[in-house]
């Protein structure tokens, strides 16, 4: 694993969610294309909370104290327990950013990680290199949610108007 590469990546990546959330209205960032669907709030949210109490945390115990039982966690739920979707957007992109910081300054402080180090989760048996890799990987994969509700936002402001020009999505 290139380790300071993803370090870096999940650095860079912090700011990639900044630039897809600047600017984006309180109306928009609480709108859901779906009653089932995330907001643009509830992302950032999200990844607020997987970065504080998941992805650091897990690996974290993983690589220092394997025979350490993981906190519970439960993102689904904490969308609604939580009230991601009242939060205000900069106050919350902004303790996402101090997270993501924090994040990286503990990752300074490790050295050289042992990534085969493994721990016994209830789906099977993960490595800290897994749980590093899904961390980075993570991230990309609200990146894409958040273009997805760009662009959804966009569909609905310009209706009855076709977007089909623009090329296929």
Request: proline share 0%.
């Given at each position: 694993m290139h380790f300071g590469r993803s370090k870096q990546l999940l650095l860079q990546n912090s700011e990639r969610i900044r630039l897809l959330v600047q600017g984006v209205s309180a109306e928009q960032a609480q709108w859901k294309p779906a009653p089932n669907s995330w907001s643009i709030l509830e992302v950032v949210n999200h990844l607020l909370d997987e970065e504080r109490e998941d992805f650091r945390v897990r690996l974290d115990i993983i690589l220092h104290e394997p025979d350490r039982k993981l906190p519970p966690i439960d993102p689904e739920r904490w969308v609604?327990?939580?009230?991601?979707?009242?939060?205000?957007?900069?106050?919350?992109?902004?303790?996402?950013?101090?997270?993501?910081?924090?994040?990286?300054?503990?990752l300074e402080t490790i050295g050289e990680p042992e990534w085969e180090a493994s721990y016994q989760m209830p789906f099977g048996?993960?490595?800290?290199?897994?749980m590093f890799a899904s961390w980075v990987a993570h991230d990309l994969l609200h990146m894409r949610q958040l273009v997805e509700l760009h662009r959804a936002y966009v569909l609905k402001l310009v209706a009855p108007y076709e977007v089909a020009y623009a090329g296929p999505w």
């Open positions: 609604v327990e939580r009230k991601y979707n009242d939060r205000d957007l900069e106050e919350s992109l902004e303790l996402f950013l101090s997270e993501r910081q924090a994040s990286f300054e503990w048996s993960i490595r800290a290199g897994d």
